[in-house]
């Protein structure tokens, strides 16, 4: 037997999360070059950190995957207005951990990301909005920033520059919603967490109280720290061409060893991580289907094949395992790499049931600003709590489909995308399990129109 | 946006025809204009944009352009490629552009309205039979005009509170709410009232006040007129009238100088409520609480129905030969009024003329809101300069008038339905005069006067008011008066006939336009009733600025003298 090359980690952001002995603490990140690049980015024209991060290629880490240079490149800089820098700490998407472990174990690294990066757009303020749940998350940030206030690093005459940003904490207050940028736009304004309209209200036009705003990911804004250390040119050669730098995924499910592994872009193919990083299933299991990039992102089916063309014309066809992990991948098999949480089922999940779960998830967490996606949400999960226990239809599988399809390109934000991804997929791909749930025939009296 | 006077426009090309439209206006606007409706719930010309509804979802399209060299990109005909956005946009929130292309027909749009539609429905309570909103109601409406017809939901719905009093005059059923965020928009930006708002989340969403606050604005019952479905309703006007029953009539509202444009709904000669209509110029789509329960004055107890001659009823005819027999050969005061009519101002100014009568006048007033509440609470204090019975602005008091029936140059009296006792005069001092009343309600001095002749309420006769702007806008009469009564215009006329000599005066609202426009110098020159406008006409009042104006800046209302200084 060839013994097979097992791709290894390449750890940038959470290279001394893990390590023994390492803590959140100010005086072991300075141990291990801590705010060195704050000190370098300090000294440097804004723009020319706008140019390098640019440069770099790095795509936002959120979910929609955006280059975050563009996203800097929009922001409205002649409005005379001041402009904030937002961190969207508010991880939220089930099957996503990794933001959790920066913030938890290297808080630092994500104050020196911010501050070079506020730095770069010129924030006269900079907040980390940061999920309800995530309390003690709260206290090591608020904490880690005392500690970088004290030393400079952050708040007033950063370094002894001419230049003050201020960082502050704001705790959400449990919702899913927050996630979204404009929605977390209106929480922090106090407000509730209804997403805006696009346009006119692009968040680096007007943003956080009309201002022009960026809000960007915990990991993209770490990125920014090791752009600044290794060069946008460096830094794009990690990974592959559009899909530069390495990602965290955080895997959970049915396999041996759930967790989180951060590789380069494209380094390693579902399959290998599947079964090389995680150890494959459980003893006696098989594969089913895998979700490659949080809840809303659309479900993969064990035995399908996928072809096509890339983005740069090379041909492929690809079982699930073969699927290469990075932005592009499981763009191209008609999912998304989203927030790279992967999801893995095996052959003991009822399908129905996952998407019940996941449909009360989003009924749960819908804002219910606009029409389709708050009452479509819900009554997706009814149905779906429907045919769960017991009552199914052979109607229902199309029914969920319609409903799905009259949420998708609807709503105010994408949220509606989110909610109705999974049940169009779960019914595309598993619309069997879907139609054997009516054969049984119901255990009650027949429904009753009301 | 405004060249050589007149607005700038653009062309779009709407459902495939090249329209004309003002820029920068929305594409629920701009089909309209057109005639082509899009169906829309949290859209509201005169409220911020939501886009919440998701009812006003077209297709559009943009001419191609491209990204590096911004040239239009041509197809193989050579013409310009459209954009099409892959998906529905929103109508209300998106503005028209030189070239843009809407579909508001086709079948991406069609089915994103059934499916809108439905989902509205699903946890909407099938309750119409006993909805007041049913007839008026838009998600009735839009169920038929864009719905499919048929359920295919047969879950539980939703259950949320039922017959919320959210104030004074606002009753909620939580149920029916489709969550449109009209009525909170309404609060925070007309009225800056912020006390509604959503609490929970999702489908469970409801609507309500915040803790310890209440709907109690005097402008709280314009959320229920822009409640798309019956969630807010009145509470005076709850389970009163089916409103397919009622007549709707255009009027203008007595409350104050403002003159709010209103909608008198009754049925069978009884009036059932009071509604705004829209005026942009005047007071957009809204009035006041207070200016809504006006009409429950036409049927109050101290109405008054029946002419008297001293104590003893008697017919209108006597009623008036009996008061022109009092005023022969008597030096005649007349006290006009605010509340009257332009005509009837015209009138009572000929007769006063002829009569060489001595004219007072008094006003009512009060605080501003700053809305469309104004300090005068008057309708028609302007039409007393403007048909000159008056050329000094009034007091409230009628201070004169007792001095001049001591100085013993006034010794008869015809009052237009002031109240003499509350204005200041000493009553002794009437006692020794002989006194004819016009007026729709009981008073200390109806009580005391020689003849009172009834007259008719604004919903019961037609006429004109001219605002605190200076805008002429036209009442149409709503019910008929009570038995017997006629125009307070009638009555005048009739005096007029009796009392001077020659006197040939019609009662008829055109021919006495005819006379009132007659003069140059008049602002009214030149103007028929019959083609006053339904939103009014503004005048030129410029000629009485130097007059103390009690009114403050307020919705579509500058004082004469800003007015004046901003324009230059």
């Given amino acids: 037997m060839i013994k097979k090359n097992i791709p290894k980690e390449r750890r940038i952001i959470l290279k001394y999360a893990d390590d023994p002995g390492y803590s959140n603490k100010m005086n072991c990140y300075l141990k291990n070059g801590g705010y060195k690049m704050l000190k370098k980015a300090i000294k440097m024209k804004p723009d020319e950190i706008g140019e390098e991060v640019l440069k770099s290629g790095v795509r936002g880490r959120g979910g929609a995957g955006f280059p975050a240079g563009m996203k800097w490149k929009f922001l409205d800089r002649k409005s005379g207005k001041p402009i904030y820098l937002i961190c969207n700490a508010d991880e939220s998407e089930p099957g996503t951990f990794k933001d959790r472990q920066i913030m938890y174990k290297d808080p630092h690294q994500l104050i020196e990301g911010m501050m070079i990066a506020a730095y770069a757009i010129q924030a006269k303020q900079a907040f980390i909005y940061i999920r309800a749940e995530f309390f003690e998350g709260a206290r090591i940030l608020e904490e880690a920033i005392a500690e970088a206030k004290a030393k400079k690093f952050c708040g007033d005459k950063i370094l002894g520059s001419s230049y003050s940003c201020d960082l502050i904490v704001h705790r959400g207050a449990g919702a899913y919603i927050c996630g979204e940028e404009t929605g977390l736009i209106e929480s922090l304004e106090g407000k509730r967490p209804n997403p805006r309209i696009k346009p006119p209200y692009f968040p680096a036009v007007l943003g956080l109280y009309q201002c022009p705003t960026i809000v960007n990911n915990v990991e993209t804004l770490c990125n920014v720290k090791h752009i600044m250390q290794m060069g946008g040119e460096a830094f794009s050669k990690i990974g592959k061409p559009n899909n530069t730098g390495t990602r965290i995924w955080c895997v959970s499910g049915h396999v041996k060893k759930p967790g989180y592994y951060e590789f380069e872009c494209g380094a390693l193919t579902l399959g290998e991580m599947i079964y090389d990083i995680c150890g494959g299933l459980l003893p006696g299991r098989t594969l089913k289907a895998v979700i490659p990039g949080g809840s809303s992102s659309k479900v993969l089916r064990a035995d399908e094949r996928f072809t096509g063309k890339l983005k740069d014309g090379t041909e492929f066809d690809w079982g699930i395992d073969d699927i290469p992990l990075d932005f592009d991948g499981p763009a191209s098999v008609g999912s998304m790499s989203g927030s790279g949480g992967i999801i893995v089922m095996d052959d003991t999940v009822d399908m129905v049931e996952a998407m019940a779960n996941i449909n009360a998830f989003y009924a749960h967490e819908s804002c219910g600003q606009c029409t389709p996606c708050r009452e479509g949400s819900l009554w997706m999960r009814k149905i779906t709590k429907r045919m769960c226990s017991g009552d199914a239809r052979k109607e229902d599988a199309d029914l969920l489909l319609s409903v799905a399809n009259q949420i998708e390109g609807r709503t105010i934000c994408a949220f509606g995308e989110a909610a109705s991804w999974p049940t169009q997929s779960f019914i595309a791909k598993f619309r069997g399990e879907f139609q054997d749930k009516a054969k049984h025939g119901s255990s009650k009296p027949k429904l009753q129109l009301i | ?568």
């Fill in chain 2, 1 to 568: 946006m405004i060249s050589n006077g007149k607005p700038s426009t653009i062309n779009i090309i709407l459902d495939g025809k090249e329209v004309e439209v003002p820029a920068g206006i929305n594409l629920v606007e701009a089909a309209g204009i057109h005639g082509t409706e899009v169906p829309h719930y949290c859209y509201h010309p005169q409220l911020s944009v939501a886009g919440n509804c998701r009812m006003c979802l077209v297709e559009m399209g943009t001419p191609m352009r491209d990204r590096a060299t911004g040239e239009a990109v041509l197809d193989e005909n050579g013409i310009q490629k459209i954009g099409w956005v892959p998906k529905p946009v929103i109508g209300c929130g998106t503005n028209v552009s030189p070239g843009m292309h809407v579909k508001t027909k086709s079948s991406m749009v069609t089915e994103s309205r059934e499916g809108i539609m439905e989902f509205l429905l699903v946890n909407h309570p099938l309750d119409c039979p006993i909805c007041d909103q049913a007839g008026e109601c838009r998600l009735q409406e839009f169920a038929t005009d864009y719905g499919r017809g048929y359920s295919r939901y047969v879950e539980r719905k939703n259950v949320k509170p039922k017959r919320t009093k959210l104030g004074p005059r606002v009753t909620l059923d939580d149920e029916r709410c489709i969550l449109c965020s009209r009525c909170i928009r309404f609060c925070q930006e007309v009225v800056d009232d912020d006390v509604l708002g959503f609490v929970d989340r999702g489908s469970f969403s409801t609507l309500t006040c915040f803790p310890g606050k209440e709907l109690s604005n005097n402008y709280s019952l314009n959320t229920v007129d822009l409640c798309p479905v019956g969630a807010l309703t009145s509470t005076d006007f709850r389970f009163k009238m089916r409103v397919w029953f009622l007549k709707e009539s255009p009027s203008i509202c007595v409350e104050s100088s403002a003159g709010s444009n209103i909608l008198v709904s009754s049925r069978e000669g009884k009036i059932h409520r009071i509604t705004p209509r829209r005026n942009d110029s005047v007071n957009d789509s809204w009035m006041t609480d207070s200016g809504r329960v006006l009409y429950k004055k036409v049927s109050s107890d101290s109405r008054l129905l029946s002419a008297s001659v001293s104590g003893n009823a008697s017919s209108l005819t006597e009623a008036i030969s009996a008061a022109s027999e009092m005023f022969k050969d008597k030096k005649l005061g007349v006290v006009g009024s605010c509340k009257s009519s332009v005509e009837e101002q015209y009138l009572l100014n000929k007769l006063s003329k002829n009569l060489k009568a001595k004219k007072f006048l008094r006003g009512h007033f009060g605080k501003d809101d700053g809305i469309l509440l104004s300090a005068d609470r008057t309708p028609n204090l302007r039409g007393n300069l403007v048909t000159g019975f008056s050329n000094k602005y009034p007091s409230d008091q009628l201070s004169d008038l007792s001095i001049s029936i001591q100085k013993k140059q006034v010794n008869a009296l015809l009052v237009i339905g002031e109240d003499l006792s509350e204005s200041g005069v000493d009553l002794e001092d009437l006692k020794s005069i002989p006194i004819v009343f016009l007026g729709t309600h009981q008073n200390a001095t109806a009580d005391f006067s020689d003849v009172v002749i009834p007259t008719l309420t604004s919903f019961e006769k037609s006429g004109s008011f001219i605002n605190r702007s200076f805008r002429l806008q036209s009442f149409k009469q709503a019910i008929p008066g009570p038995v017997g009564l006629l125009p307070d215009l009638h009555v005048i006329a009739s005096l007029i006939n009796a009392l001077c000599e020659d006197a040939e005066q019609s009662s008829d609202l055109a021919s006495i336009w005819k006379q009132m426009s007659k003069s140059r110098t008049n602002p009214l020159h030149g103007l028929i009733f019959s083609k006053i406008p339904g939103d009014g006409l503004q005048l030129d009042g410029s000629k009485w600025n130097s007059l103390p104006f009690i009114e403050k800046k307020a919705m579509h209302f500058s004082p004469l003298k800003q007015l004046q200084k901003s324009k230059i």
